[in-house]
């Protein structure tokens, strides 16, 4: 049986939760170098003055960077968008990290995972899960420096990153159930609610 998001249905316009980790669990990022290597990889490929981007291909709505996984809120552009970009952003990353690390073969527990989102609540609850993601390993989580919610504060503005589809709930959607928070610092830092029950096989235990 095909392991979970591997068969991938690939959309125009679709959004993705792509994600991997590390081959048996093992580290990815093994130091601060590792991390900010792999964001220059993401700007490299998506912001749109760069001479390798991939901008017309694939838009990146958030990220967050684990020391053994990564996961990507993706909107594939066009119909071979995902497969090219991440394609080109993991191997970028191996090729580095084998030759930094002085090792070889393969990094990653297989290829790349992809969850089609496919309604409103998984569209919301995914950027969610994404940015909750370091509570999990430390419990200043909030200034966690490997995913893209100091952008969603307004804290920090990065060019490849657009946070907008999912802001834009809390300016026209407020107060009708499930969108009942007034921002989305609200939101994220609501316990009540676990993202899991929304997005239920697509997260990464």
């Known amino acids: 049986m095909p392991a979970k998001n591997s068969i991938k249905i690939?959309?125009?316009?679709?959004?993705?939760?792509?994600?991997?980790?590390?081959?048996?669990?093992?580290e990815i990022f093994l130091d601060d170098q590792d991390y900010?290597?792999?964001?220059?990889?993401?700007?490299?490929?998506?912001?749109?003055?760069?001479?390798?981007s991939l901008?017309?291909?694939?838009?990146?709505?958030?990220?967050?960077?684990?020391?053994?996984?990564?996961?990507l809120f993706v909107q594939q552009l066009s119909r071979?968008?995902?497969?090219?970009f991440m394609r080109s952003l993991c191997t970028?990353?191996?090729?580095?990290?084998?030759?930094?690390?002085?090792?070889?073969?393969t990094l990653f527990q297989g290829i790349y995972k992809a969850a089609l989102v496919e309604s409103e609540p998984y569209f919301l609850h995914l950027s969610r899960y994404i940015h909750l993601n370091p509570s999990t390993i430390t419990d200043d989580w909030i200034k966690y420096p490997y995913s893209s919610y100091d952008a969603y504060l307004g804290k920090k503005q990065i060019s490849w990153i657009d946070p907008a589809p999912i802001l834009d709930f809390f300016k026209v959607k407020r107060g009708n159930g499930l969108f009942k928070h007034f921002s989305y610092?609200?939101?994220?830092e609501d316990s009540v609610l676990d993202s899991k029950e929304?997005?239920?096989?697509a997260t990464i235990d």
């Open 36 to 52: 900010q290597v792999f964001l220059h990889y993401l700007e490299k490929y998506l912001d749109k003055a760069s001479e390798n």
């Open 80 to 84: 071979d968008g995902l497969t090219i």
């Open 92 to 105: 970028s990353y191996v090729m580095y990290y084998n030759k930094k690390h002085q090792r070889s073969g």
């Open 198 to 201: 929304i997005l239920q096989d």
């Open 55 to 71: 901008a017309k291909k694939v838009k990146l709505l958030a990220y967050c960077l684990m020391p053994n996984h990564f996961h």
């Open 10 to 26: 690939f959309l125009e316009n679709g959004y993705y939760h792509a994600y991997n980790r590390g081959a048996g669990k093992t």
């Open 185 to 188: 610092q609200e939101f994220i």
